[in-house]
């Protein structure tokens, strides 16, 4: 079974860029059919998808986020990293990444918030 | 945007006895490459989401037969035919045909 840890701050200034990683274990970021995704929860709210990464490299963006959303992988760390600039309070979430399909990570709580 | 609206929002269900969950699209969700990308996700209390079904009836690794995916097109169905104790949570229906979208949420507890 593959797992994914999300490590990052828990809490990042406004206007600032939220910066996180997820490692992966027991399976590789170059495996084909997969998306790594980034996803986020609103406390007490349901999901939103952020954005996913190919194992080929091409990227996918939600499109209210795009302006701000990077989603980049590193193959030699067995990573993917997510990017989101000029955050504001709205963007307070868990954020989740996961391997779609399949397993997820255990979410890290971010807070924007000076 | 394909929108994924789920009902009921809240099922109440005594254990032992079978809950019905339906999710429809605001578009067809076949892809190009005929496949239908429709997955659920079950959310325990103070749990990160985890896949129950994928491709709308396939089951994920070490999912409980009582679970079980149907449907087509824009109508979906997410069945657990005998509700256990364990089984309480949020349960969301996604889509992956286009950019990914996820339902409402529907909530599922013990009468």
């Known amino acids: 079974q593959v797992q994914l840890q999300e490590s990052g701050p828990g809490l990042v200034k406004p206007s600032e860029t939220l910066s996180l990683t997820c490692t992966v274990s027991g399976g590789s970021v170059s495996s084909a059919s997969y998306y790594w995704s980034w996803i986020r929860q609103p406390p007490g709210k349901g999901l939103e998808w952020i954005g996913y990464?190919?194992?080929?490299?091409?990227?996918n963006y939600n499109p209210s986020l795009k302006s701000r959303v990077t989603v980049s992988v590193d193959t030699s760390k067995n990573q993917f990293s997510l990017n989101l600039s000029s955050v504001t309070a709205a963007d307070t979430a868990v954020y989740y990444c996961?391997?779609?399909?399949?397993?997820w990570g255990q979410g890290t709580l971010v807070t924007v918030s000076s | 945007d394909v929108v994924m609206t789920q009902t009921p929002l809240s099922s109440p269900v005594t254990l032992g006895q079978p809950a019905s969950i339906s999710c429809r699209s605001s578009q067809s969700l076949v892809h190009s490459d005929g496949n239908t990308y429709l997955s659920w996700l079950q959310q325990r209390p103070g749990q990160p989401p985890r896949l129950l079904i994928y491709?709308?009836?396939n089951r994920f690794s070490g999912v409980p037969d009582r679970f079980s995916g149907s449907g087509a097109g824009t109508d979906f169905t997410l069945k657990i035919s005998r509700v256990e104790a364990e089984d309480v949570g949020v349960y969301y229906c996604m889509q992956a045909t286009q950019s990914p979208t996820f339902g409402q949420g529907t909530k599922l507890e013990i009468k």
């Open positions: 491709k709308i009836s």
């Open positions: 990464i190919s194992y080929s490299g091409s990227t």
């Open positions: 996961a391997r779609v399909p399949g397993d």
